[in-house]
């Protein structure tokens, strides 16, 4: 099973920042959060990881809580193309990945 | 495009036929995963590989899939005796190892079993 919870679905406006929040309560020390999202009828494309400092890359931020049991990904000006299902996975090295259902973004024109 | 690349991209087949999917992965990737996707659910692992070796399989990869990576570089994802239950999209990722093992997708393979 997952050890993610996600929203099942969140809209946005076009150009306002998307917030996704992930709930992973029982994270070990040794696991990282990794974000990938999977447009509809493409493969998931690789977002961000961080194991517990915040990360930010060209596509996304990532915030991680201080205690790392929770974890934000933001898209700082969302457009259409954004319009995806966003998955939370939480892994340790050698790990596989177990994805959940994940959160449906709609950005909204 | 140096991506992972799957072919074919579509797949009509009739029940009891086999099928057989190819994965390229990125050219230095090490690591080779194999992933069945159903509607409105999240990709779930099958198996990977470390170069030419199989090394997990889950409880999900029935005696009639078989998968083969036979040179460390391309890999097969073959199902036999196709039942309607197996239309699916199929996904395959490549990865490093050391490079905290991010996965990169292909666009998948997608299945469909009449």
């Known amino acids: 099973d997952a050890k993610t919870t996600q929203p099942p679905s969140m809209d946005c406006a076009e150009g306002r920042a998307a917030n996704l929040p992930c709930n992973h309560s029982?994270?070990?020390?040794?696991?990282?959060v990794y974000w990938y999202r999977q447009i509809h009828s493409q493969g998931p494309q690789y977002i961000i990881h961080?194991?517990?400092n915040n990360e930010t890359n060209e596509m996304a931020s990532l915030i991680i809580t201080e205690d790392r049991k929770s974890s934000t990904l933001i898209l700082p000006h969302a457009t259409l193309r954004d319009t995806a299902v966003y998955y939370c996975?939480?892994?340790?090295?050698?790990?596989?990945?177990?994805f959940g259902p994940g959160t449906r973004l709609s950005v909204l024109p | 495009d140096t991506g992972v690349s799957q072919d074919p991209r579509h797949k009509i087949t009739k029940r009891g036929q086999n099928v057989t999917f190819r994965c390229d992965p990125i050219?230095?990737?090490?690591?080779l995963y194999w992933y069945r996707q159903t509607l409105g659910q999240g990709p779930e692992f099958l198996t990977y590989?470390?170069?030419?070796?199989?090394?997990?399989k889950s409880r999900l990869l029935s005696d009639r899939f078989s998968a083969e990576r036979p040179k460390g570089s391309f890999s097969t994802l073959e199902i036999q005796r196709t039942e309607q239950g197996d239309s699916a999209m199929y996904l395959c990722?490549?990865?490093?190892?050391?490079?905290?093992?991010?996965?990169?997708f292909g666009p998948g393979t997608r299945l469909l079993v009449l």
């Open positions: 029982t994270i070990s020390g040794n696991e990282y």
């Open positions: 961080g194991l517990k």
């Open positions: 050219s230095e990737h090490n690591r």
């Open positions: 996975i939480v892994r340790s090295y050698g790990q596989n990945f177990v």
């Open positions: 590989f470390q170069n030419e070796a199989q090394l997990e």
């Open positions: 990722a490549s990865s490093l190892v050391g490079d905290q093992e991010t996965q990169y």
